[in-house]
Every structure is written in C-alpha cells, then in structure tokens.
C-alpha cells in the first residue's frame, strides 16, 4: 500500500508541473516603433454599469455566410475601408469587448505570434484612423517617443495592439498568402526577442482564414 501512495504522489507532481508549463503567461510582443500600446486614450468609449453584477460577452455568429473570393479587394495595405461597429479599418479589433475565443468572419488586422500546418495564433491589432486616431497621435507626440511618432504611420492609419491576446484560427486549405513591402520601412531592427510583430490583414470566411496579406513577408 505504501509503494502504491509514493507512486499516486510521483504522478501528481508530474500533472502539476505540466499545469504550470501550461498556463505560463503568453509572449509579451514588443510594439512596433511609432505603434501606440493601451493607455489611456482609449478612442472609443462604453459606458459601464457600476451596479451591474454579470457581463455578458457577445458569441461570434458561427452561421456559414456567403461565400466570396479570396483575395484583395482594396487599394492598399493602409486604405482598408471601416467594415464593422468598432471606429476602426477593418470588421474590428475586439477593443469594446464584442470579439470572444473566437474571430469572426470578416478582414482582421493582426499579427501572427505562431503558425502551424492546420491552423494559426493572431494577436488582433487596431487600425484607427482619422479624429480618433488625432487623438492618440496627440499623445505619443506629448510622450518621451515623440520625436519618432509620425516616421511610419500618421491619421490615416494609425496602429494600436490594445493587449495581447492570442487566438487560434483555423487555416484554410485553399488559403492565400500574398505577401507585399507596403511595411517593410517599419523598424524591424528594433523587434526584440525573436517576433516580428509583422502586421497582416486576414481574412477570414467561414471561420478560417482563406487570404493572407502580408505587410512585409514572405509565405
């Protein structure tokens, strides 16, 4: 019986190491130069209840929807039209909390933290533009950075990774990667500790990704 307990207690080390391996805090990136990180500028804004108890997140609608093809359908890396409730480029970026697990249909700029032969990791970035874009522009130019603030992006595309969150999305097998310089002037030198923290625009229908731009790659 005693050979049996010291065995039970040798497992349960083993599954407690493998839960901490498990649950480590994901990579921190390291923003792109001139790209504003959270703070407290937070463009647009919601309005909390202060006597609500529950929050309710919003499902991704997972109906299959029409079809169309992939590819690009826009001027350039930077001209991608408002296409969705966020005051962003783009179908959204999840800043007002209504992106869950799971990325919804539509074109999603992000980078790519990891990427596998079924399925890729996207860290989703915000595209502002504009009056609210002014805003945060405004305070990267009062910041300690703002020498270097206008030297890759201005109002009209204005880059912000609110946090870093990773989601998994699925690869299509059909799926598109065109890869384009419109980027490759940002900085990469400054990237540290091995990501690249390229920005993409994806695509995604049907709930996996079919197109994949990329601001400065290859596939």
Not at 82 to 97: M, P, Y
Not at 108 to 124: E, K, P
Request: glycine letters at 12%; aromatic letters at 6%.
């Amino acid at each position: 019986m005693r050979r049996i307990g010291v065995g039970v207690i040798v497992v349960a080390m083993f599954v407690l190491a493998a839960c901490r391996t498990q649950t480590e805090e994901p990579r921190q990136l390291t923003p792109l130069p001139g790209v504003t990180t959270a703070s407290t500028v937070l463009g647009p804004t919601t309005t909390v209840d202060p006597g609500a108890t529950t929050t309710t997140f919003p499902v991704a609608d997972t109906t299959p929807t029409t079809l169309v093809a992939a590819g690009w359908p826009f001027d350039n890396f930077r001209s991608v039209l408002q296409l969705g409730g966020e005051s962003v480029r783009g179908t959204g970026c999840g800043a007002d909390g209504t992106v869950g697990e799971i990325i919804p249909d539509g074109w999603w700029l992000g980078i790519i933290t990891a990427d596998g032969n079924s399925q890729m990791q996207v860290d989703l970035v915000c595209a502002y533009s504009g009056a609210t874009a002014q805003g945060l522009i405004d305070e990267c130019l009062a910041s300690e950075a703002g020498a270097t603030c206008m030297e890759y992006f201005d109002e009209a595309f204005w880059p912000v990774n609110r946090n870093t969150r990773e989601r998994t999305v699925p690869k299509s097998p059909a799926l598109v990667i065109e890869p384009v310089s419109d980027l490759c002037g940002v900085g990469l030198e400054t990237r540290a500790g091995g990501i690249t923290g390229e920005l993409d625009w994806l695509q995604i229908q049907n709930g996996s990704v079919v197109y994949l731009r990329r601001g400065c790659g290859s596939d």
